[in-house]
């Protein structure tokens, strides 16, 4: 046996047994006459001693030798600690070493094996094996564990089936960004790798599996940014003979018990706000409510002061900045340079401080009075200490860059707690998206959504009007899911086609398959898709998710520690009934 | 609300209550002035009444139109049926209908939607949604569903830590049966899908991940067997700092707590077999205990006495098919053909009767006196009524041959019951496997695995004798999972690869990454894997494993639903700076 207890979990009430413990040196501390070693295992680290009086001579030689993460073997008796470590559970007692058994040595690792590591990410990343050994990384991938744990038994005992959907499919001719996998049994076909399970689960909804979820990996080949994976996961659930209220409730119930299991509080119902309304007041169909800023709009009160920015622009909103009124000049002008930034786009801004001492001043002085600030102000609600900003512009652009400063506030600020949860679903979601650049409508969730029902007529005179029965579950600024109730009706799904600019033989050629299985009796349904990787990290306070994914992939999709994607032979190429053209 | 209660759910408790019930029409009644409507879910059927006294002339009107398959929404009243069917829980009461709502209508399905369909196997593949509807197939996959949920409990409670592998990995030299996947971001190169997560797995354990599981899709893309499928589902499993014993046990007691819940029975310690001990007594390493008709050798027996076919064969091998000696001379030459088949490949077979009346005969009677017949049915421990088969030839065939018929016997005598479970691990399997072909040893399990430690100096002089620390756990004649003791010492892992006749680069190029990995502090590490579709339908009581995936492929690896794979675009083609090669 190699071991009698873990490393973790030796106390005091062990005292005088003799025990037998295996793991990794994580330190040694060598005194000449006595040696303690720090043994590490998943589970925790446990104090070792060797000493000249209790110990034989052998014994010590041996111990010196030890190296780093070397793995060994040791049986001795549990004995108090002259001084304790109270960091730590089995901070109490050591372990007088009676036998050592070396099972591994090891080279020295390429970094420390440490919470704080001095291994850069790329290091850590070619040997992940090694990171994983880090608590911040293991436990990662232990929580991820538990939640998908805690979400399956959740789903379960609500009578969802888990079943798996095929990852070897076909590809689809708009399935641009579909990776593929020739068939050697059959040459010149292809598989594609899902990028969702949205058509299987709708089949299974038409074979009458009425709760279906499964937590599965989905594939994307697309230009990688810094926070998404070629291979991620989904919780993806569906359910038959339901309407909008259904869903929300059972994955409402799911969110929050996974919440009460992280937080131990109660999120009794999550708010919920329409897309409009979202977008009105946070300028983000994801807003972060953990803090207010709300926008302000002010057309009304600022236009007409000969302050041309504001005039001309179709929108002036603002955003009140609770106590900043001290900023300096320096860091206002930070902010200033901030949104002025590429990425954001902004012209600039305009400042307004409600001072302590009740003057109202602004970077406007020019065309507005104190009078006229201290209405804006009061707008506002801001309060003696306050800092307001106002930009201005086309509204979408204008929302766009002003959710950005409002989250770079919340960031600077500390409003944005990594352990605060503040979910909130967002419905009512256009239906269809107008592209300038196609000319065309888009689904803006996928092309089963439904309208709302009371918008239906609207597909005929203004389609761009119409709203879905799509809603998304927002936690503390990122969407972790979204979903929609599907159409099932075929003449609907038909005018859908129509309006997304579908000829009936496109249609019927990326589509048919399921419009065929909907002509047997397919019932209402509706379903959802949280993005795991994400659901996890956020809920663990981080917003990284490649920190979830034990194995994950660099931002040009490639496995550094397996070096992949790699050539293959061309013997393989030729089974295959391939040829490579790559241009120089 | 589209339904107050499930079609499974109503009783006379019931009784009065206005309910609401969506589902599929089952069947229709039509009596004219009375119409019976069964409505099936997920969960069951209710059956629903229309009649002239009681509903309006439009609802009845309604109820006409009705045809199998339409997915309806009724409300009515819970009343007491005056034929009661006593077969299903609901059968008790129907439901006066007072409201009909067509849901949406339904083309006549291609085959019944019955427990019994009309439906011949490719039509039901082609519409599986629709197969999905009978309960037969739903009900197997709610059990899998069980099964899983089953594993993942049993092994979290464990402290076993569910880890997604990827499945985008690299392809290796040898991986002949690798599905490869081109990526767009990296031109000419390919991902390669896992076989298997057993590199990944043994990382994990590097990392100190000491107790892994996953239940995981891997592929193979190779000719299929009639039970294969290019995509299949394993329970992978992988612990550190453990022998041998440490991990049966965990995998005996989940096993055995799948059991339990199936049969309500405990199943204490399996019994174990080693490898050769299988061989000897049921010719197969996985053998089917529910039965005996365990081999008996006669070779010191039936030799010498001038029937040349026993004394030139290196092995004469019998079993005695207990209460069988009434069989015709028309059943015994069915059974000597079925194992002249040539997928079986015997010349022939000898038997022997005990006959009721205490007489002993043969087919060889002119070769052996009735005394030595009766001595070789005394060493079979015959009795009166017993019939004897005795085989002969090259020890390795005859085995595989009488094995074959005792299987065969065994399914004929209704001896291998669906609902009896006889677990049974088989364990010292060879290390090696001499191939004539290749004039070289391969790995029996994979090379990996650690030679039982008091075998490690015969690698030096008879490495064919040495044993492996690999066992398999088979239940009811099926291998449901196997595994091993891997090495984790880099000298013993090189003086393997030596054996299995790698060079030092091709030992490199194909497992240096993992090699690497065992550099810094690789601990002692064992695991298994279970073929999880397999697992599920025997535990189902059944053998076809096809039946237990939600949409399967063909033997041909095609999906014929989604009709996958196929062709793809040029553009995508071109994309992947790949060609398609096909010579006509």
Redo the contacts between chains.
């Keep these: 046996?190699?071991?009698t207890h873990t490393n973790g979990e030796l106390t005091l009430q062990n005292l005088d047994e003799t025990v037998t413990l295996?793991?990794?040196v994580q330190t040694i501390r060598d005194k000449g006459f006595m040696i303690w070693v720090d043994l590490?295992?998943?589970y925790g680290i446990t104090q070792l001693v060797f000493d000249e009086d209790r110990s034989s001579k052998e014994l010590l030689e041996q111990a010196k030798k030890l190296g780093r993460?070397?793995?060994i073997q040791v049986t001795g008796k549990v004995i108090e600690r002259t001084s304790k470590n109270p960091k730590i559970p089995t901070g109490e007692i050591e372990i007088l070493v009676e036998r050592l058994n070396l099972?591994?040595?090891?080279?020295l690792?390429p970094f420390t094996i440490e919470d704080e590591t001095d291994g850069g990410e790329e290091l850590r990343m070619k040997?992940?094996?090694?990171?994983?050994?880090r608590n911040p990384v293991?436990d990662k991938?232990?929580f991820r564990?538990k939640m998908?744990?805690k979400v399956?038994?959740y789903l379960?005992d609500k009578g969802f089936?888990?079943?798996?959907?095929?990852?070897?499919?076909?590809?689809t001719?708009e399935g641009?960004r579909?990776?593929?996998?020739?068939?050697?049994?059959?040459?010149?076909?292809?598989?594609?790798?899902p990028q969702s399970p949205q058509?299987?689960k709708q089949?299974?909804m038409?074979?009458?599996?009425?709760?279906y979820f499964q937590i599965v990996?989905c594939?994307r080949?697309?230009?990688?940014r810094a926070d998404r994976q070629?291979?991620f996961?989904q919780i993806d659930c569906e359910m038959a003979?339901?309407?909008q209220e259904?869903v929300l409730e059972i994955f409402e119930g799911m969110t929050a018990s996974l919440l009460k299991e992280i937080s131990g509080k109660d999120f009794g119902k999550f708010p919920r706000m329409t897309f409009n309304e979202a977008m009105k007041k946070y300028g983000n169909d994801k807003p972060d409510i953990r803090f207010g800023m709300e926008f302000v709009e002010l057309n009304g009160l600022v236009k007409g002061k000969d302050f041309k920015i504001f005039d001309d622009a179709e929108l002036v909103v603002g955003i009140n900045v609770e106590g900043c009124a001290e900023y300096t000049r320096k860091q206002i002008d930070a902010l200033i340079d901030w949104v002025k930034r590429p990425q954001i786009g902004a012209s600039g801004m305009v400042w307004i401080k409600y001072q302590h001492d009740g003057v109202v001043t602004s970077s406007v002085n020019k065309f507005y009075s104190e009078e006229d600030l201290r209405i804006v102000a009061e707008t506002f609600s801001a309060k003696p200490g306050d800092l307001m900003f106002i930009m201005s512009g086309d509204a979408n652009k204008v929302r766009t860059q002003l959710s950005a400063l409002r989250m770079e506030l919340g960031n600077q600020l500390g409003l944005r707690k990594g352990d605060e949860f503040a979910p909130l679903w967002v419905v009512d979601f256009p239906l269809l998206e107008w592209d300038e650049e196609t000319g065309r409508y888009h689904a803006m969730h996928h092309p089963f959504t439904s309208p709302k029902p009371e918008d239906i007529t609207l597909l005929d005179t203004e389609p761009g009007k119409a709203r879905a029965n799509a809603y998304d579950l927002v936690l503390n600024g990122n969407e972790i899911g979204g979903g929609s109730v599907r159409i099932?009706?075929k003449d609907l799904q038909s005018k859908m086609f129509g309006l997304l600019g579908f000829t009936k033989e496109e249609a019927e050629a990326q589509f048919g398959?399921l419009m065929n299985?909907?002509?047997?009796?397919?019932?209402?349904h509706a379903g959802l898709a949280f993005g795991f990787d994400r659901l996890v990290a956020i809920l663990d306070g981080n917003e990284v998710i490649r920190d979830y994914?034990?194995?994950p992939?660099n931002n040009?999709?490639?496995?550094v520690?397996?070096?992949?994607?790699?050539?293959?032979?061309n013997a393989?190429l030729d089974e295959?009934?391939?040829?490579?053209?790559?241009?120089e």
Tied chains: 1, 2.
Excluded at 103 to 107: D, K, M, Q
Excluded at 178 to 193: H, I, W
Excluded at 206 to 211: A, K, L, S
Excluded at 517 to 524: M, N
């Design positions: 046996m190699f071991r295996s793991g990794w590490r295992d998943r993460e070397f793995v099972l591994n040595a090891s080279e690792p040997y992940r094996y090694l990171d994983i050994r293991k991938l232990v564990h998908a744990q399956r038994n379960s089936i888990e079943v798996e959907t095929p990852v070897l499919i076909k590809s001719p641009a579909d990776f593929v996998v020739p068939s050697r049994m059959n040459p010149g076909q292809f598989y594609a790798l058509t299987f089949l299974l038409v074979g009458g599996m009425d709760r990996k594939f080949d697309e230009d990688l070629p291979e996961t003979f339901v309407e259904d099932f009706n398959f299985a909907f002509k047997y009796g397919a019932p209402p994914i034990a194995f992939k040009s999709g490639r496995d520690m397996i070096d992949a994607p790699s050539p293959i032979a393989q295959l009934y391939l040829k490579v053209e790559t241009k």
